[in-house]
């Protein structure tokens, strides 16, 4: 149902990184399958890099399963999400893979330039950026806020210096503990003989 407009759209975003062409096409010929649930889409990668939809169905050389909630942070480039995707086959081919989902970048204001003209893509685009930093910049401060909340005001969290004192006082109780027991059995052995 989605193979063929993602062939396509995947297709214009390697047109727009040009050298990801050069660098899939060492591949032609070989097939790498995507399982999103609930959806499964493969692809065929042609002799000049681009790609062909394939039958799901079809023996993969390279699969990669992705769990649905790893999409956002896939998008946002975070570098743990790529971790956290299954992978099995052709080596190269899913490094390859890999490496093209961390730096292929989608030019937006070229597309959007055909709608709007250059000048204002290029605004609209500008606007976004701002915005986002803008909404990222937000979320880091209301996560150091909630977090200095919760260790200075209703002290919820413990500090990292709080913890790395309760863990050298463990480790001071523990060693006391241990030399307690070496004496009690000193003691006990002494009152044998």
């Not at 899939?24 to 889409?41: C, E, M, Q, V």
């Not at 896939?74 to 490094?95: M, Q, W």
Request: glycine share 2%; net charge neutral; hydrophobic share 45%.
């Amino acid at each position: 149902m989605f193979a063929h407009p993602s062939a396509t759209a995947l297709n214009h975003l390697l047109t727009q990184n040009s050298w990801a062409l050069q660098r899939l096409a060492r591949f032609a010929g070989k097939t790498a399958r995507f399982d999103i649930a609930p959806f499964s889409f493969a692809y065929t990668i042609l002799d000049d890099g681009s790609l062909r939809s394939a039958a799901a169905a079809a023996s993969a050389d390279a699969l990669c399963v992705v769990a649905p909630s790893l999409l956002p942070r896939l998008v946002l480039h975070d570098e743990k999400a790529h971790t956290e995707i299954r992978s099995e086959g052709d080596a190269g081919l899913l490094t390859e893979i890999f490496f093209l989902s961390r730096n292929l970048r989608w030019d937006v204001a070229e597309d959007l330039s055909r709608v709007t003209g250059d000048v204002a893509a290029e605004r609209i685009v500008q606007t976004v950026q701002t915005k986002q930093q803008q909404l990222r910049d937000a979320a880091v401060n209301l996560s150091q806020a909630a977090a200095e909340y919760w260790t200075e005001e209703r002290p919820l969290l413990a500090k990292p210096q709080q913890i790395s004192a309760f863990m050298q006082q463990v480790d001071t109780l523990r060693d006391d503990v241990a030399r307690l027991e070496q004496r009690i059995n000193r003691l006990l052995a002494a009152r044998k003989i």
